[in-house]
């Protein structure tokens, strides 16, 4: 047995409370009936014959008495308690022994003892030794990432902080240790596995494990994670002695993955040496890295993941992860293929693809969705989530065990996208998470030509994740078994903690930002580096040739064979005559298109409702379904409006949209409200139910209430929409006694209803519209609305608009049905919050204003929403706004919808629709013509006023007043995209004699004046000219003082009304 010595060294300092916390690293044993908390190592490294009184059985009578003093220092006689403390203290066994105190005087036994014990070390410097290996331990945890071998250019780019990484053998002296304290023996802490199954290690061991944990190919970030069970679990995966090992057939694997990744490659630069493609040179472990996930993830249960990337290496990943054919990728390098779909479709590097195979390692379904994107780096990633939260929500998969997500970054887009923020705050919320993403960024060490020490602020690009606490692993990406392990852990720890996690592939750019691009003007001295660097592939393939894990004409086979596979399918590529888009398509919709892709049906659908389904929701929009449930009184208020408007056989905005999505004619509605508010309710019902009429926000209760019970899903999602920025909607009541109890009446329609979503989003528009678009792309069966909280918001989202929802079928081939719910108005509030900005989604249509369609009455309607690239509407009724919002589920294709929605008339008296304008047989009306005094002789009327939204109100209020009401008509606009060229045709042939005049609250430079005037000049073949009243142009939506708002009222308002106004400009 090895000396006493060294036994209790190695297990030194320890106390009783100590011994209770090595559970997690020791197994429990039985020593005399007690418990003992530990089991030490045994190490035979002294001969016996030193320590003889250690031999046969006084060996196990003294381990037996140093488990009791361990546990009670007093259960043992005085003399083996001063025999420990002194082998503890380094004393060898023998010199530790003392005689035994006499029986005779107490003070002067003491005195003894005291002497005895007082010829051991100070215990104060044997605790400073056990604290002086933790923070030694703790710092390798913490900042041994520092001087990892991360970068295989070995350039040192980043740019730590000026304070010194005191790790290593030589900086012992740091943590109050010696070079000659290496060799001694310590008790290593429970927050490290680094021993194995020992407990103790000697110090030069310590830091040598320590060194292979955190200091090669893999550098770790952790330890700001704020969860213990979370930080151990990285320890255990990284600091376990031997845990990078991999068996024969996972390094062959491997080898075959990095030769297809390089080939790939190759084989582009040989054949199309000049054409850009973004390769992935210098990162080829990318491929390797993200089969692994997918590996683990599929075994895991994983059945579907959702990518998103950037262009580098698109095409790379798309032929090795997502096997795409290769004569498909190839032939889109021919410059002479015809586009056969409709649109403009993109450049390779941009598209996306959707594919389910069979994946090889676990012998599984899996599906893979890459999306497409655009070159806004970045962009694609809260898309991605929100696609990947559809299809968790759609397959019941509320843990994300079955579905994820995979997010690509590179290193200057990941540090200097606010996008990235936004969709990591996204990541933990309750209608948001998608129970974690993993993270791969492409770590060029460069932005295009930007040096990264002027390109973030932070010493990783990876930083930015931490908000989180998402673990970073930080790997060479010149060491594929090191990413390889890496990605294992990644998909592992999302596995098991649902959590984000970023793996940072520290790699270089081979060529410049693209294969034209000269590097060497900005990078010189990198470039020279990486001109002498070996590859990935001939560093690892040297490496198994070595170790002899395959053999130099195994290599040589696997190489050769995936050039023959290359060069058949470039073969076939040739043949390839056509572009078809759609074979990229990422989202397909099975079963709501023909075969061919077209919608089933173009006939327009009445979009009405009977009236006892409008009554049914309009009382369940009045009520709170749920027992003893108190709400506030000011609601119960509220309440009682919208059980009065359905008395009364009308409905407002919100009613409209509720009942438009429920549809039942009998439901046991309980109503309990707080005091007196409950008899108001019913009294009000009671009196009004025979005046049928309702606002705004009955309106959309009518619309969301009938389509859920028609089983479409609907989801409402934007800053405060639970409430709504007005107050107005109250889709979610809290009860006023409980805290976090709340009642969502939408979700009592019908037992059989599609669930309502109704949730308010983070303060983020970029992100959340994102969000929602991915989340629309999933299912065309849904309803999904994004409401800004005042119109102008939408600008902060402006990319999504733009590269997304705007272009997005004409690039991708790729339909959505997306609602944009834009708060729109000049009420005297300000420039800010009163323009939704319509000019420019109307600046944005894909429809000529010099051309009037040529379409069949009876399809006119139809063809034009299907030609069209988005809708955009101005409802100036709680009628329309129900039936637009049902018309975007009813009809057979998808199109985007801007709704440009209403701020002073969701309580205006004269914005009411009766339940007439929302009954079978009605539909959307494009334009609202006039149906007022005008019409009894329509020669006689001197001028046709066009208008849009609110502004329709004050012309009506005006017009009273001058007693106009015989020779000024006024038609409503209500649909502007696509423009109703045949109604309002009608309309200017009605009145033959009227000035035409285009009436706007906007500015002349802002609103629709710009795109309405070209179209009415198209509809009446240039022969009237178009006249204008509204306020001049402006660099601002609106003037900030409310006299200045009243007086250009009153101005564009006498404007329209003066018949002579125009008499000598025409």
């Known amino acids: 047995m090895q000396r006493l010595r ?38 035979y490294t002294t001969s016996v014959s030193a320590e003889p009184f250690l031999n046969g059985t006084s060996c196990n009578y003294v381990e037996e008495m140093y488990y009791a003093w361990l546990e009670n220092p007093r259960s043992v006689h ?81 740019d730590f902080d000026e304070s010194p990484v005191m790790l290593g053998l030589k900086k012992v002296g740091f943590y109050g240790l010696d070079e000659s304290d290496l060799d001694k023996v310590f008790r290593l802490p429970n927050t490290t596995f680094i021993g194995g199954n020992e407990s103790v290690l000697p110090l030069r061991e310590i830091i040598n494990r320590l060194e292979m944990a955190y200091c090669q190919s893999i550098g770790v970030e952790f330890m700001f994670i704020n969860d213990l069970e979370q930080c151990q679990w990285i320890r255990q995966k990284f600091e376990r002695p031997g845990v990078m090992q991999f068996t024969l057939e996972e390094k062959r694997t491997l080898l075959t993955r990095m030769v297809r990744s390089t080939k790939f490659e190759e084989f582009l630069q040989r054949k199309w040496s000049s054409e850009k493609r973004f390769g992935l040179e210098g990162c080829e472990s990318l491929i390797p890295a993200l089969k692994t996930i997918i590996d683990k993830s599929s075994m895991n249960g994983v059945e579907s993941i959702i990518m998103g990337m950037p262009h580098r290496g698109r095409l790379n990943v798309l032929a090795n992860v997502i096997r795409k054919e290769l004569d498909q990728i190839f032939c889109q390098f021919d410059s002479n293929l015809e586009a056969a779909d409709e649109g403009s479709g993109d450049v390779k590097y941009h598209l996306g693809m959707w594919h389910r195979r069979i994946n090889r390692v676990t012998d599984r379904n ?23 939260k559809a299809e968790q929500f759609y397959c019941g998969d509320t843990e994300g065990k079955r579905v994820m997500s995979i997010l690509l970054h590179g290193d200057a887009a990941f540090a200097g996208q606010g996008v990235v923020y936004e969709t990591f705050h996204l990541s933990d919320l309750p209608s948001y998470t998608t129970h974690g993403t993993v993270h791969v960024v492409v770590n060029n060490q460069v932005g295009f030509t930007t040096d990264p020490r002027v390109a973030r602020s932070s010493s990783y690009p990876t930083d930015v994740a931490k908000v989180v606490n998402a673990p ?25 903690f649902h959590k984000d996690v970023v793996v940072d592939l520290v790699c270089y750019r081979r060529n410049g930002h693209n294969e034209m691009d000269e590097p060497l003007f900005t990078q010189p001295l990198m470039y020279k580096q990486i001109k002498k660097q070996k590859g990935v592939l001939q560093k690892y393939s040297e490496k198994l040739l070595a170790e002899g894990a395959v053999s130099r004409q195994d290599y040589e086979e696997e190489i050769a064979k995936y050039d023959k596979i290359c060069e058949e399918a470039h073969a076939r590529s040739k043949d390839e005559k056509i572009l078809h888009i759609k074979h990229w398509l990422d989202s397909p919709w099975p079963g709501f298109f023909n075969i061919d892709g077209q919608p089933k049906s173009m ?43 359905v008395g009364q056989r009308v409905c407002d905005w919100a009613l409209g949209e509720y009942i438009s999505s429920s549809s039942c004619v009998c439901v046991c509605v309980c109503v309990c409200v707080c005091g007196s508010g409950l008899s108001r309710i019913l009294k009000g019902r009671a009196a009004m139910v025979g005046q049928r009429v309702c606002d705004w926000a009955l309106g ?21 929409v639970e409430r709504g920025t007005f107050s107005h909607r109250h889709h979610v009541l809290h009860d006023q006694k409980i805290d976090r109890r709340i009642c969502i009446p939408m979700n009592h329609i019908s037992p ?87 000019e420019r989604f109307l600046q944005m249509c894909n429809e000529d204003p010099d051309t009037y369609p040529i379409f069949s009455a009876e399809e006119f309607a139809v063809r034009q929403l299907y030609d069209c690239n988005w809708i955009i509407v101005n409802c100036s009724t709680p009628a329309n706004y129900f039936h637009v919002l049902r018309r975007q589920i009813l009809q057979a294709f998808r199109k985007p919808l801007i709704v440009i929605t209403p701020k002073s008339l969701l309580r205006h008296p004269g914005a009411k629709s009766s339940f007439d304008d929302m009954l079978p047989g009605t539909h959307f009306q494009r334009l609202i013509p006039d149906s007022g005094p005008v019409c009894e002789n329509p020669e006689a009327v001197k001028r046709i006023v066009f208008c849009t939204g609110k502004v329709y109100y004050e012309l009506t209020r005006e017009r009273n007043n001058r007693g106009n009401d015989d020779t000024v008509a006024i038609a409503r606009i209500e649909q502007l995209s696509p423009f109703p060229f045949d109604q309002v045709k009608v309309e200017t042939d009605r009145y033959p004699n009227a000035d035409l ?8 430079n802002q609103g629709y004046y710009d795109y309405v005037k070209p179209r009415l000049r198209t509809t009446v073949d240039r022969t009237r000219p178009v006249w204008y009243a509204g306020r001049g142009p402006a660099a601002a939506p609106a003037t900030g003082n409310k006299a200045a708002h009243l007086v250009e009222l009153q101005r564009f308002l006498d404007t329209a009304f003066n018949l002579d106004t125009f008499t000598e400009q025409s």
Not at 700 to 719: N, P, V, W
Not at 799 to 814: H, L, N, S, T, Y
């Open 472 to 496: 970073i692993f930080h790997v060479n990406a010149d060491d594929p078994e090191a990413v390889m392990y890496v990605c294992n852990v990644a998909a592992e720890w999302r596995a098991t």
């Open 78 to 158: 005085k003399s083996w308690d001063i025999f420990f403390r002194n082998a503890n203290a380094g004393v060898s066994p023998g010199a530790a022994y003392q005689s035994p105190p006499p029986l005779g005087g107490a003070a002067l036994g003491l005195a003894n003892t005291q002497a005895m014990v007082g010829a051991q070390p100070n215990m104060e410097k044997l605790v400073e030794d056990h604290l002086a290996v933790q923070s030694l331990v703790r710092a390798y945890q913490v900042r041994g990432h520092h001087i990892a071998k991360l970068d295989p250019l070995d350039i040192g780019v980043i």
């Open 752 to 838: 059989n209803q599609a669930p309502y979503t109704v949730c308010n989003s983070s303060l983020s528009e970029y992100g959340v519209l994102g969000f929602e678009l991915g989340f629309a792309m999933a299912s065309p069966n849904a309803l999904v609305l994004w409401e800004a909280q005042f119109g102008d918001f939408h600008n902060t989202a402006q990319c999504i608009i733009d590269q997304f929802i705007c272009p997005g079928q004409a690039k991708w081939v790729r339909q959505n049905g997306i609602v944009l719910l834009l708060p729109h108005g000049m009420e005297g509030m300000g420039p800010e919050h009163s323009s939704a900005r319509p």
């Open 700 to 720: 959309e209760y009518m619309a969301f209430g009938s389509l859920l019970k028609e089983g479409t899903h609907i989801r409402l999602s934007g800053q405060d």
């Open 997 to 1004: 005049v285009w009436c706007q609250e906007e500015h002349k």
């Open 366 to 388: 899996i599906t893979l969705s890459l999306m497409a994107n655009p070159s806004h780096l970045e962009a694609v990633n809260p898309v991605v989530q929100g696609k990947t």
């Open 6 to 43: 060294t036994t209790v060294a190695r297990l030194r300092p320890i106390t009783a409370t100590q011994t209770v916390k090595s559970q997690s690293q020791a197994g429990p044993m039985a020593v005399g009936g007690a418990l003992r908390t530990f089991e030490p190592m045994r190490s």
């Open 603 to 645: 006939t327009s659908l009445s979009t009405g409702l009977p009236e006892e389904e409008l009554v049914h929701i309009g009382y369940i929009a009045s009520s709170v379904p749920v027992e003893d449930f108190t709400i506030h009184r000011g609601l119960s208020r509220i309440l009682k409006g919208r059980a009065a408007m």
